[in-house]
């Protein structure tokens, strides 16, 4: 059998390209726990709709890059590794 979406959706960059290292960070980002755990919370499941993602706080780009450099050295692409390079970026200074 094969299957075919019908949605995508993209993250870019209104003025530029987004970089290899930008697109390791963000890729990091949206597949750590923490946004797991976020998208099936406000959705219920793992499909991401275009609106969710535009109400995403993500880190700033500077940290993406940050991000990308660290997980671009990665020799494993396990969860818990993607975790410890990206919980630190994250805002959960608003928890309480």
């Known amino acids: ?3 075919f979406g019908n949605k995508i959706n993209y993250i870019g960059v209104k003025r530029g390209k987004l970089t290899n290292t ?3 960070g963000l890729a990091a980002i949206i597949n750590s726990s923490f946004m797991d755990k976020y998208f099936r919370c406000i ?4 499909q991401v709709k275009a ?3 535009r109400i995403m706080k993500f880190p700033t780009r500077e940290h ?3 991000i990308g450099k660290q997980v671009q050295q ?4 396990e969860t818990f590794e993607i975790d410890l390079i990206v919980n630190p970026f994250l805002d959960f200074s608003h928890r309480r």
Do not use: D, H, Q, R
């Open 64 to 66: 993406v890059n940050k």
């Open 22 to 24: 930008e697109a390791f």
């Open 43 to 46: 959705s219920g499941n793992t």
């Open 51 to 53: 609106t969710e993602i």
């Open 74 to 77: 990665l020799m494993t692409n």
């Open 1 to 3: 059998m094969i299957a």
